[in-house]
């Protein structure tokens, strides 16, 4: 009997941590499953949902643990790539990261969002064009901080492009998303700026 117990205790929690994804209640679903991750730490669905379940609890750390838990075991999982990725994002943009760091997780939800484009194979899900279009756009900008150690007007310039090309992907399939358009119409202003700067230095 002794050797059943451990899985029952991992049911019980799994199922207890899924029935709280469910009802929205991320910090109770968090509470259950990192118990039977403890228990089985092996079961890749239930990484997954304590990745989501960190993710939607505003602990974009543990959620980026979790899913590199849940790539080792399903390395073609487009769907944990992708809240990686998101979870990525939001680290980069927020102002208490050092600009290190922020270059670490801009660059790194890039990656995935374009590891999860390349297993995804529904070429109509823009989610993950309009995630990567809006990472490269922040990435560009970082990059166009003149007065960091992180400047780099070619990469600046590049990411703000790559952004352009998969947002107007995003407005091409979804002509009236108007949010899609005002960050087209931002990261093509800025694009001007960047460029017209270097043409008055010359």
Known sequence: ????????????????????????????AVAHLEKACITDSTNANALWMLGYSYYHSDNYKKSITAYTKVIAIKPADAMAYYYRARAKSYLGKDNQATPADKELY?????????????????????????????????????????????YDKVRGVNALKASVVDLEKVLNDNPNRNDI??????????????????????
């Open 106 to 150: 801009l660059l790194g939800a890039i990656v995935d969002f374009t590891k999860a484009i390349s297993i995804n194979s529904d070429p109509n899900d823009s989610k993950y064009y309009q995630n990567r279009g809006i990472a490269y756009r922040e990435y560009g900008m970082f990059k166009l901080q003149s007065n960091t150690h992180f």
């Open 1 to 28: 009997m002794s050797a059943v117990e451990p899985v029952l205790a991992q049911n019980a929690y799994f199922k207890l941590g899924q029935q709280a994804v469910m009802d929205g209640d991320f910090r109770s």
């Open 181 to 202: 358009a005002v960050l087209i119409d931002q990261s093509k202003e800025k694009l001007i700026q960047a460029t017209s700067a270097t043409v008055a230095k010359h």
